[in-house]
């Protein structure tokens, strides 16, 4: 190592000495690489009246030690029709660390596919031998408690800012790695006068490429495009990683994907004061601010440096003649779900890019809409029209930009890391000073597994957290949200500890029936309920204001807010109110976790708390299940939640039943929904199934005397169209996760002859885009567009392990022949399960003609959470283990569903026989879930406007249809791994899918599956 330096240093010297001098200012006494000079000179295209390229980038230094692109690679980034592989993106990099001893390559982790993710580190030599330091010097800053002040002040001079580049998350998005690869080269090598600042000042590193599956995807897809003449990019990209694409960029706040578990460990080991993310959509450059409203836990200081960063970048490209460089408008900065939002929560800088696509590695000329083009207040130097845009102009445009932020990072850096610090510190201080002093996640709960996964997440965000080490009392602070059952000094009184509530308790005060039509609320027009306006983060204006005194126990979890990394569990554990007249919102607008987890937890409102006896939780937080009594009977409680549901599927070799109605056994109660599981013959499948899940079983000697139905674990299929894969994507995470096997099917295979004969159950879940493109799929016009393996397209196809799917033709739709088979398919005893926009499908084509899909006009419900009451009346197997009759769910938008009400002319009509009559009803689909009936309740976390159009809506039908149901949810049961609340419904109908019930007739006997009267 230390011979090929010095060799390289003196290759270097040689270099600079025998090589013409170059021409302009940037450059110094380096010669530029000619060839690679030319070649980016030719490939920009000129305008008369616009630059597109800046003095930055217009060249390249030449080196005779340290490789280029072109001289690895073959080409210079920016050569219409060329994108680079993965593998060979990391090769170059691999070749710049060999090459010079300014450059050090990082392994990120693999992804999902094995892909390797790099991390590449750019500084000068002296910074380089001393890394380790450096990064240490970062870490310490991040965390300053018990920093010395003199400490403080030798750090914040002596520190270099780690500055991360991250290449196309999004894998259409195509230019940036490319550029990060001629920008690793330039960093490395550039002698002139701003590189040098550059590399002095700041520690540069880059990851070329966050989405490494999807990246090797969308090369072949380009080059399958040309193949194909279909224009370039025109091959849908239907996979980009195994399980999401775009969503790869919102997974910020539960970190479930590996993509964004690698992004995370890379963001505690390096300590960034800057994560710029770059995006490729936007004409011409766009550079983060947001229009807001901004997520309230993003500290004043970070929202004025992406300005500062931002205006930094206008001024100096607009001066440089480039137009189309602005900021404001776009997104509004508000849900933390992004990668970038790590960086903003972990008192870091995120911030992103979008630049203009070349789509691919193309060339096209500008042909924007008015809207695009016009003069605005925030966008002074709009894109022009009728100029010619290729990728190098891409790659320009985002190099210059990165160069500026570099530079203004290096020549500010005792500013930006001072910033940095002051971040934490005041964080750390907003935990000493003000509510919420702590969270409490109880440890003794109904769902203390979902608890400890929540405990986990928190950790995994860098927050450490704490165990009570003996019971004590602190004041809670005010109800935050008054109706979910969750939250607040009742909510222990609501059960919550008590998991032995009697289903005869639940349905002694059971509500009558009610139908959603009938009782939608009169005289609830006004909007202004009294959380709408409450701003997010606080406590839900009048909500009780007295804070209540809260029992800690020992060994209940606790996260202080006197540590820098608390801002995350702060917004996972807030309540969001987005206001109707903000901007409209880009993404969700609430994600309040505990409530979407059906998990206890609390804020304290005295500081007290941080002088309670206390010890950090070193490891993961576990909860084991346990096997009481003795006997070849085991018991288990459902609890409502997956862990619970999937008992079934997990209990291998054990025969299980679900009690139909409560019980008695043992002097103790069980509410129907109780498992009753038989070991197999010397197995004990059942009882490593309840200790594995973190589930309480309890051995009984005698089968209890209950009324119940076997379990016949189903035979899955979860089924995907060709037009995203996407919303199926996060679905088929959650089976993964939780261990339920499914087969994985096309929805152009559902008309094959027999294709669903061995299926018991059909997900289908939510699929973007209009609903009749289910049916026809994309325009039948042109070549097949095969999604296949071949030479020409390596990466496409099934994938590692078979994961995802294949076809000859990715164009045609399910058609009407796969409708008529998935009708089929239920008519014969099959449970249909729909999802979100899927749902559609069988309202449109009346499968059972009294569900309807009621269109909105009002309401704005943009990915929040919802409160939703479960039936009573409607007695389903679908809420077994749900404790509560109102409960909170994930909802965006539509659809909406109703269920013709029971009065109608046919059934009230005395001259109809009553057996049609009984027919009828028995036909009639029923509401299993509807969202809350008062429009004064119905909000959760989020933002809701109109809610009249919503309130008292069915969010979840069982619809009849032959000898099989359709289950339709209009809400998002397995919602990008938050909504774990609600993962049990799905899970409960297709583990019941053979005894899903029909409605009681009259006063029916069998017992409510839900709790009585409206839970608080
Ligand atoms: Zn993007």
């Known amino acids: 190592m230390q011979m090929t330096r010095s060799l390289r240093l003196a290759a270097l010297a040689l270099a600079a000495a025998v090589l013409p001098r170059a021409a302009t200012a940037q450059q110094g006494q380096q010669a530029a690489d000619t060839a690679y000079t030319r070649q980016i000179r030719e490939l920009t295209p000129t305008d008369p009246q616009w630059k597109f390229s800046t003095e930055f980038v217009d060249y390249l230094p030449a080196s005779a030690a340290v490789p280029t692109p072109l001289k690895v690679l073959g080409y210079v980034p920016g050569t219409v029709g060329r994108l680079s592989y ?310 320009n445009y985002q190099q210059s930009g990165v160069l500026v932020a570099l530079r203004h990072v290096a020549d500010n850096r ?115 309920t009294r959380r709408d306006t409450a701003p997010a983060s606080r406590p839900a204006q009048g909500a009780p204001a007295a804070p209540a005194s809260r029992a800690v126990h020992a060994g209940d979890w606790i996260v202080r807010m006197d540590q820098p990394y608390t801002a995350t569990v702060r917004t996972l554990l807030s309540v969001q109110r987005y206001k109707p007249d903000d901007p409209s919102p880009y993404d969700d607008t609430g994600w309040t976790l505990d409530e979407l987890r059906h998990v206890e937890a609390f804020e ?123 919303n199926e994507g996060w679905v088929r995470y959650a089976l993964d996760q939780m261990g339920v096997p499914y087969t994985y099917i096309s929805d152009q295979s559902l008309k094959q002859p027999g294709r669903l004969d061995r299926f018991d159950v059909l ?42 799917d294949e076809t000859d033709d990715i164009r045609p739709g399910m058609g009407l022949e796969g409708a008529a088979a998935l009708r089929r398919f239920v008519e014969r005893g099959g449970l249909l399960i729909t999802e979100g926009a899927t749902s559609r499908l069988p309202v449109d084509l009346g499968f059972n003609p009294t569900v309807s899909a009621p269109q909105t006009q009002r309401l704005q419900a943009r990915g929040a959470v919802f409160r939703a009451q479960a039936m009573a009346a409607a007695w389903s197997p679908v809420l077994y283990g749900y404790e509560r009759t109102t409960f909170p769910v994930y909802f965006n938008q539509a659809p909406l569903l109703a269920v013709q009400p029971r009065d109608t002319a046919n059934t009230r009509d005395e001259h109809v026989d009553p057996a049609i009559r009984e027919q009828t009803e028995r036909m009639r689909a029923r509401v299993i879930l509807r969202f809350h009936q008062r429009q004064d309740s119905l909000l959760v976390s989020g933002l809701l406007a109109g809610g009249d159009e919503m309130a008292g809506r069915a969010a979840v039908v069982d619809a009849p249809v032959g000898n099989g149901h359709v289950m339709l949810f209009g809400i998002r049961p397995f919602w990008r791994w938050q909504s774990q609340g609600s993962f049990a419904l799905a899970l409960n109908a297709m583990a019941n899918w053979n005894n899903l019930g029909s409605p009681p007739s009259g006063s029916s006997g069998r017992a409510s599956a839900v709790a009585a009267g409206e839970g608080r």
């Open 86 to 395: 993965v593998g060979d993106i990391n090769r170059y990099f691999r070749a710049l660390d060999d090459a010079s001893t300014r450059v050090r390559l990082f392994s990120l982790g693999t992804s999902d596919e094995g892909r390797e993710k790099v991390a590449v580190a750019i500084a000068d030599d002296s910074v380089m031998q001393r890394l380790d330091e450096y990064r240490a010097m970062l870490g310490r800053l991040a965390d300053p408690r018990g920093l010395s002040a003199d400490d403080r002040r030798r750090l914040v001079r002596a520190a270099k800012p780690v500055y991360w580049l991250t290449g196309s998350i999004h894998s259409p998005e195509t230019g940036s790695p490319e550029m990060l690869m001629e920008l690793g080269y330039r960093l490395a090598v550039d002698e002139g006068e701003q590189a040098r600042a550059i590399r002095a000042n700041v520690i540069t590193v880059i990851t070329p490429v966050l989405e490494v599956d999807g990246r090797d995807r969308v090369v072949d897809s380009y080059k399958l495009s040309k193949e194909l003449k279909v224009g370039p990019l025109n091959v849908p990209l239907v996979y980009w990683g195994r399980y999401t694409a775009h969503d790869n960029n919102r997974d910020g706040m539960v970190l479930s994907q590996k993509l964004t578990q690698n992004y995370s460990r890379g963001f505690f080991y390096w300590h960034p004061v800057v994560g710029h993310d770059l995006h490729e959509s936007v004409p011409f450059l766009y550079t983060s601010t947001g229009t807001g409203p901004y997520n309230e836990e993003f500290d004043p200081i970070v929202v004025n440096e992406w300005h500062q960063l931002a205006y930094q970048e206008i001024n100096e490209l607009t001066r440089r003649g480039l137009p189309g460089v602005w900021t404001h408008g776009f997104y509004d900065g508000w849900a933390p779900n992004y990668v970038l939002a790590i960086a903003n929560l972990h008192n870091s800088i995120g911030r992103f890019y979008e630049t203009y696509t070349s789509m691919g590695a193309d060339c096209h000329t500008v042909r924007l809409p008015a809207s695009a083009t016009e003069r605005r207040w925030d966008r002074t130097n709009p894109p022009v029209n009728g100029v010619r845009w290729c990728i190098r102009t891409n790659i």
């Open 414 to 528: 005792e500013m930006f890391l001072e910033n940095f610090v002051a971040k934490a510190e005041r964080m750390i201080r907003r935990g000493q000073t003000t509510a919420p002093y702590a969270y409490v996640i109880p440890r003794t709960q109904r769902r203390a597994a979902e608890a400890a996964d929540l405990v986990n997440l928190f950790r995994a965000h860098g927050a450490e957290v704490q165990v009570a080490a003996q019971d004590f009392a602190v004041r809670e602070a005010g109800m935050r949200d008054a109706g979910s059952g969750m939250r607040g000094a009742g909510a222990s009184a609501a059960g919550q500890r008590d998991s032995t509530i009697t289903a005869a308790q639940r349905t002694a005060s059971a509500a009558p029936p009610i139908s959603p039509e009938a009782t939608r609320p009169a005289g609830t027009t006004s909007d202004s």
């Open 604 to 726: 304290v409102a005295d500081s007290s708390v941080l002088a309670r006896p206390m010890s950090p939780l070193t490891a993961d937080a576990r909860v084991e299940g346990r096997v009481t009594g003795s006997g070849a009977t085991l018991l288990v409680r459902h609890l409502g939640d997956w862990r619970s549901a999937v008992l079934p599927w997990r209990a291998r070799g054990a025969t299980v039943a679900v009690a139909e109605s409560s019980f008695t056994a043992g002097g103790a109660s069980y509410p129907a929904g109780t498992f009753i599981v038989t070991e197999g013959k010397g197995g004990n499948g059942g009882r490593d199934a309840v200790r594995d899940l973190g589930l309480e079983g309890v051995a009984v000697s005698a089968l209890p005397a209950v009324a119940r139905h076997a379990i016949t674990v189903p035979r899955v299929a979860l089924v995907h169209s060709w037009i995203e894969t996407q």
């Open 763 to 804: 997900v289908f879940p939510h699929v973007g885009g209009f609903g009749s493109s289910l049916l026809n799929g994309r325009p039948m016009i042109g070549p097949a567009i095969p999604w296949k393996k071949s030479a020409l397209t390596p990466n496409l196809g099934r994938g590692p392990q078979k994961a995802l």
